[in-house]
């Protein structure tokens, strides 16, 4: 990959990632409290788990290609405010600090797993794992007594909210 070629698909990752950031924003901030302990098994995280599931990972893969190594850091976020909180606190800044990087480091080669990959790739990752989480936790909500934001378009929450007004 060459550096010009990873800075065009850093600047066009990085545009999704935020606008699906405003999104998730959404998602979790819809998540309550009381209920947040809701799971459709005993497989699954709960809805307050992959509410801090999602936030830390999109700080994991932002961090591991700015830093050029990953390395897992757990934060104690005891409620879904408290998460929210460190999501917004937190990625932004990071968004601007990938923006800022030379295309040098994007095309540096990061080990993770059993994957060695240009960094800016992992954004993309980042990009499709922070989506798929949030659908699974947009399809908690409604059992945990919330409603759904919209996500790409009105939800069925929004054209009640809009047929009652």
């Known amino acids: 990959m060459t550096n010009e070629s ?3 698909r ?4 990085l545009s999704e990632l ?31 788990e992959l509410a801090r ?21 757990e934060v104690d976020l005891a409620d879904p405010a408290a998460v929210l909180a460190y999501y917004k606190s937190e990625v932004p800044a ?12 994007l095309a540096a080669p990061i080990e993770f797993h059993s994957w060695t990959l240009p960094a800016v ?16 936790l947009s399809s908690y909500l409604r059992p945990m007594g919330a409603k759904v934001p919209s996500i790409y378009g009105p939800s069925a929450d929004d054209a009640a ?5």
């Open 6 to 8: 990873a800075v065009a």
């Open 94 to 105: 990071l968004f601007d600090q990938v923006a800022a990087m030379p295309g040098e480091k």
């Open 10 to 13: 850093r600047d066009f990752l």
């Open 18 to 48: 935020r606008t699906e950031f405003a999104t998730t924003c959404k998602v979790i901030a819809a998540v309550p409290a009381k209920t947040s302990n809701y799971k459709p098994s005993e497989k699954c995280m709960s809805g307050h």
């Open 121 to 136: 790739k992992y954004l993309s990752i980042d990009l499709k794992h922070g989506i798929h989480h949030r659908g699974q």
């Open 53 to 73: 599931h999602i936030a830390l990972a999109e700080v994991f893969f932002l961090r591991g290609v700015i830093d050029g190594k990953f390395d897992w850091k």
């Open 161 to 165: 909210d809009a047929a009652a007004s």
